[in-house]
């Protein structure tokens, strides 16, 4: 071997600190050589990253990633970047940011031609194609959308009958009937069932009367409801008169439709009291507003009565015999909203990983004595911070599009195995994503130091409007309870010998595996193409999350003899929570694999492998003390993820700057100086006025 | 034993899932019966809880917590209160703001009669109080505060001399000359050495002329500069021309007093770019601004010339042999910011620790069956999120007022080894409390839900405030890596025999256990007394730190043969960033314990104690896998740590209220309805208009 040759595989093996390194060589070497690409001089780092730089197309990428819908997406784009005067500046006030927003609602509507409850309907992953688009523009723009037609127009559609179609379904669409959905109150938020607005039915009149009966079940956070809606679908408690008896009967939660603001004059309708809620921590462009009724008497039509109605006469019928049943079915319809929370997240991820990653490639600090600065993300703290944020990123994405194809295939089969594998499957990724990147908005902005603090920069208004992601459509913690409770049914259905939901069925197996012996020998093994190899990665995220579901169901077991189911859950939160990420960690990097499996061009497969490997290795690294708990993995496998981590981190950033070229996100729309693809200072210096 | 008693004693049994139970129940047993103030029948649950209640009495922690000047926080929080007309609104644009803390810094200084220069000068502590003080009304008050005088009355006092304070103190102190502190720019922030702004000594006019060579150059992010300020201390580049060449000596960076603006008037002298750096993410009661010089013409006098100086003749001299030397004496003298971030910072955790838990403890969703609703903070997911943060925020406190003392010591001594030992601990301490903080606002935004997205209930403002702590005075990475550096050069002083400084006195000893092997019984050791003895936690820490240490000396040593320093660095640059973190975390525990030993309050001691373990335990389990890794815990270990933390965080919340009381904030400057003391939904629901 010539001698410089010999030299870099030297610093190569260096790099890796250890044993594995030869065997990482040969791996690489044998890899390389099955491609009949390379020759054996170009193993040196600086060659193998341009050999991935060169298999990397982010034109490729950018139509691998920008989903089932891109004319659409690219349509949305376009009509925003013709319309400047829409643009949402940096520094806007409340007041002005709604009526933009809605301005920009209305042009989106009446000139950009979109029918959102049409698509909504017919193709949801249209619909959430626009949505995450709209996001783009403005996070309220996609609120305020969200509001109006999956919210709003949602419930109309979802909880109604065909007459209330017929009549709202239009004014909706066009905006002739900018409404609310009056769901949360004051005391109450993720209790539904808790909420105390109250709808009496009153068979005199016909009618229901809608009653606030105390502070608490005020209506709170009621998007468009402080400026902009005239009609809402407000929740509340039906009470039926009962004919021997003075009292009224509580028929549980239902959803009416009633008028809160005059068609002709804007005005506020009697009986009706609206405040403000004032300024929030982000999405200030949509307006939220607290309800009071008092006596509001609304046509016993506008009981939306698809899963429960009362008759003429005052009695109700329903197809679902319990109250719980009748609930369960009517927050199950808003599922869709979660839907597109948690796509609508990966959408700001991917802006804020744009501008952070385009940012720490220019931005240069300190460097070797004597020599020119080199970037900051020519630093391994750097890598650290985003390269695996990047390949969440690319990961999460694959995920919400699987969401969003059940989703679809939900509403078009209405199959009950699907709905609750849809069910389970959003509300984790919702809470997964959205969690995660509220936590990359702050890493973002801390990356990119002081310049990442302009406003202008965009990752303060993004971690702020995106901040409640966490908390609307159903509180994270609260959702990840769902996942672990779903669990749980699927692992006790297994023991009875009955089917697991497509998402699940690894659990069988898994559960066989975790049951019997940990394997020793791949406790040990720590070579690259082991590490790297999917299988493993999946076995050792389902390992997990099949160990912690077991052992959760014998603790809830123990524990709920004495202190009750409630208690019993309580005591062992933490641990269910816990096992909920697992289990959405597991599905998102399965689903990672198969989308990688469907990619046609060989050389983005490869760029796509080291994200995915990225992503796994990561999660196992950071959860390494459960591992090495069980003994599933042996300290010096440990120590070997780890610098697998650092490396794929590190070979990564060499492309990362076409990987964020790969989310597409126009300049224009992305708008922070410091996130754009060239002349980031300069424009920067414009923006605060220099020449 | 009685049979309620024996069912009591099985319901702890229970709780504690495991072998553990027996040992635990005994030292409780044996530790209440010490005290004699314990029967066996209450060692229930409810019992414990309220034996812990009755032994915190706030008001002794409130003056436990108030620092060294109680009477002079009391003294700003009462400035403020009767002034509401100077309360900061809850939605305010730039321009206002900028005006509002103005108004605020002037009347403080004005008509509360706060001399700041004097107490920076005489007595740190003194000013350190007060600035903690004024962030409780507005942080961007803080930190105009320490623009002014931290910053550009430090500058005069800590880099000029004599002639320099004649001049200009009086006028900092009264806000006559309001001042900027103009060392970052567009290109260089962390790499001060590497700024281009250039400071030419003409001979023939005795003056310095002062240029911004180019866009890069340009002084960026100068508070004071956009709106107020009319001096600013210019760091540049001083260049000497040489008597023998026509090309200039570089002279290493300096700081200069350059006039910006006409004292008449306030127009922006000639020669001087003003522009506004804008909108930023939080902080916008403070104006930035960006800086350009051409040819600006200052009298040599303006030199701030205590550590350099150049002659009529253009001869320079010095008392320090280096340039380096000397850079490192002028960023040396900086430090005093670092303290004052940590400190403050400690102020914003208490903020919001006190209106996230005061508002978990009213909340109320879901409950039993058939029963209540419990408080959100009943639940063990809301306690892991917050009983951790509470334990923090007192461990910070004690850890602050020491590096404030000892700051103070070195103040008055400029005794070298304390001004090493401050330099570090005021780096680490800075870093590590406000990216804890940063990370625990989100967390308190998003415990709180729906209602913690309010503006007014202040997570948005302290979040975006405070988000900027992590990287002025120093960027958190930058300065974690000079703690790790320092702890380097202090393990190499180790093997050369010399002296340690104080602060890492215990690495001696901790190095000597960990280069021999760790003692088996210890790392099987899994009982209550065991776990909460200070001992073992403050060794796990240190066993930590000098593990870390010893390996990241070798490793460095390994990779710098042929990456050289610089390469071997970054190549462990995850390393050193988690060895630094691990020291400082070592350092926060023993200062917690030994201001514990201090307190003369029995109770008041037994629930520091609590907050003590909490905090230790819960650091502990977070790292577990490196603990693991290494076998100094064994499995059983491990999982009865983390039962303790979710004991420890269950038996605090019982007196949480009391614990954010102690940190003493008046509601009305607290201002956050849902933080208040009593009647939060009916002040939340007023806020909004309602009656």
């Known amino acids: 071997?010539?001698?410089?040759?010999?030299?870099?595989?030297?610093?190569?093996?260096?790099?890796?600190?250890?044993?594995?390194?030869?065997?990482?060589?040969?791996?690489?070497?044998?890899?390389?050589?099955?491609?009949?690409?390379?020759?054996?001089?170009?193993?040196?780092?600086?060659?193998?990253?341009?050999?991935?730089?060169?298999?990397?197309?982010?034109?490729?990428?950018?139509?691998?990633?920008?989903?089932?819908?891109?004319?659409?997406?690219?349509?949305?784009?376009?009509?925003?970047?013709?319309?400047?005067?829409?643009?949402?500046?940096?520094?806007?006030?409340?007041?002005?940011?709604?009526?933009?927003?809605?301005?920009?609602?209305?042009?989106?509507?009446?000139?950009?031609?979109?029918?959102?409850?049409?698509?909504?309907?017919?193709?949801?992953?249209?619909?959430?194609?626009?949505?995450?688009?709209?996001?783009?523009?403005?996070?309220?723009?996609?609120?305020?959308?969200?509001?109006?037609?999956?919210?709003?127009?949602?419930?109309?559609?979802?909880?109604g009958t065909q007459k209330h179609r017929d009549k709202y379904l239009e004014g909706i669409s066009n905006l002739k009937y900018p409404g609310c959905f009056a769901m949360t109150e004051l005391h109450h938020g993720s209790n539904v069932q808790g909420i105390q607005t109250t709808a009496t039915f009153d068979r005199m009149t016909d009618e229901f009367v809608i009653n606030t009966p105390n502070e608490g079940a005020t209506k709170w956070w009621i998007g468009n409801a402080a400026v902009h809606g005239k009609i809402a679908s407000v929740f509340a408690r039906l009470q039926l008169p009962s004919p021997d008896s003075h009292l009224d009967t509580d028929m549980g939660v239902h959803a009416f439709i009633v008028p809160l603001r005059s068609m002709e004059d804007h005005s506020v309708l009697p009986g009706i009291e609206i405040r403000d809620c004032g300024y929030k921590v982000g999405l200030n462009g949509v307006d939220n507003g607290a309800l009071r009724f008092h006596n509001v008497r609304i046509p016993r039509d506008n009981l939306l009565n698809r899963f429960g109605d009362v008759s003429r006469d005052g009695e109700y019928s329903s197809t679902l015999p319990t109250i719980n049943k009748r609930f369960a079915a009517t927050l199950g319809e808003l599922v869709g909203g979660r839907v597109g929370l948690a796509y609508g997240s990966v959408g700001v991820l991917k802006a804020a990983c744009t501008i952070a990653i385009r940012y720490s490639l220019i931005r240069q600090q300190f460097g070797p004595p004597n020599k020119e600065e080199i970037s900051i993300l020519d630093y391994q703290s750097q890598q650290q911070k985003l390269m695996p944020m990047l390949s969440s990123a690319y990961a999460f994405n694959f995920a919400t599009e699987y969401l969003v194809e059940r989703y679809a295939e939900m509403k078009r089969t209405h199959d009950d195995d699907i709905v609750a594998d849809v069910h389970a499957l959003s509300a984790g990724l919702k809470a997964y994503i959205t969690s995660y990147t509220a936590k990359s908005l702050n890493t973002c902005r801390e990356s990119c130091g002081g310049h990442g603090y302009a406003a202008v920069n965009r990752f303060g208004s993004l971690r702020n409007d995106h901040d409640i992601f966490q908390t609307f459509e159903g509180d994270n913690t609260v959702l990840?309870?769902?996942?672990?409770?779903?669990?749980?049914?699927?692992?006790?259905?297994?023991?009875?010998?009955?089917?697991?939901?497509?998402?699940?069925?690894?659990?069988?197996?898994?559960?066989?595996?975790?049951?019997?012996?940990?394997?020793?020998?791949?406790?040990?093994?720590?070579?690259?193409?082991?590490?790297?190899?999917?299988?493993?990665?999946?076995?050792?995220?389902?390992?997990?999350?099949?160990?912690?579901?077991?052992?959760?169901?014998?603790?809830?077991?123990?524990?709920?003899?004495?202190?009750?189911?409630?208690?019993?859950?309580?005591?062992?939160?933490?641990?269910?929570?816990?096992?909920?990420?697992?289990?959405?960690?597991?599905?998102?990097?399965?689903?990672?694999?198969?989308?990688?499996?469907?990619?046609?061009?060989?050389?983005?497969?490869?760029?796509?492998?080291?994200?995915?490997?990225?992503?796994?290795?990561?999660?196992?690294?950071?959860?390494?003390?459960?591992?090495?708990?069980?003994?599933?993995?042996?300290?010096?496998?440990?120590?070997?993820?780890?610098?697998?981590?650092?490396?794929?981190?590190?070979?990564?950033?060499?492309?990362?700057?076409?990987?964020?070229?790969?989310?597409?996100?126009?300049?224009?729309?992305?708008?922070?100086?410091?996130?754009?693809?060239?002349?980031?200072?300069?424009?920067?210096?414009?923006?605060?006025?220099?020449?």
């Not at 690219?74 to 643009?87: G, M, S, T």
């Not at 069988?508 to 019997?516: E, F, K, P, Q, V």
């Open 1 to 159: 071997m010539a001698d410089g040759v010999e030299e870099q595989l030297i610093a190569m093996r260096g790099f890796l600190d250890g044993e594995v390194a030869q065997r990482r060589l040969d791996r690489l070497a044998s890899h390389f050589s099955e491609e009949n690409i390379l020759k054996e001089e170009q193993l040196s780092r600086e060659v193998c990253a341009k050999l991935i730089r060169r298999s990397v197309n982010s034109s490729v990428l950018a139509s691998l990633m920008a989903g089932c819908y891109p004319a659409d997406r690219e349509k949305i784009f376009n009509f925003f970047i013709n319309r400047p005067d829409l643009e949402t500046p940096v520094e806007i006030a409340k007041t002005e940011h709604r009526e933009l927003v809605y301005m920009q609602l209305t042009a989106l509507v009446n000139e950009g031609g979109v029918n959102a409850m049409k698509y909504l309907m017919e193709d949801p992953a249209r619909y959430f194609t626009i949505m995450e688009a709209v996001g783009f523009i403005d996070v309220s723009l996609g609120i305020k959308f969200g509001v109006q037609f999956s919210l709003w127009g949602g419930s109309v559609v979802n909880l």
């Open 480 to 691: 990840l309870q769902q996942v672990a409770g779903d669990l749980l049914k699927q692992y006790k259905r297994k023991f009875e010998g009955g089917a697991l939901s497509v998402t699940w069925t690894y659990l069988r197996d898994s559960m066989t595996t975790y049951l019997s012996q940990t394997n020793p020998v791949v406790t040990h093994r720590e070579g690259y193409s082991h590490l790297r190899d999917p299988r493993f990665q999946l076995d050792a995220f389902q390992y997990r999350t099949a160990r912690l579901l077991h052992t959760a169901a014998l603790r809830l077991r123990k524990h709920s003899k004495r202190l009750g189911s409630f208690g019993a859950w309580n005591r062992c939160l933490n641990h269910l929570l816990t096992l909920a990420e697992s289990h959405i960690e597991s599905v998102i990097l399965a689903k990672f694999t198969e989308a990688i499996e469907r990619c046609e061009d060989r050389n983005t497969r490869k760029v796509l492998n080291m994200l995915r490997d990225l992503y796994a290795l990561d999660r196992i690294w950071k959860d390494i003390g459960t591992y090495r708990n069980q003994d599933y993995i042996a300290p010096n496998k440990a120590k070997a993820i780890h610098r697998l981590v650092e490396y794929l981190s590190f070979e990564l950033k060499g492309v990362a700057g076409s990987l964020v070229d790969g989310f597409g996100i126009p300049d224009v729309l992305l708008r922070a100086p410091i996130g754009l693809q060239s002349g980031q200072y300069t424009e920067y210096s414009h923006h605060i006025g220099f020449e």
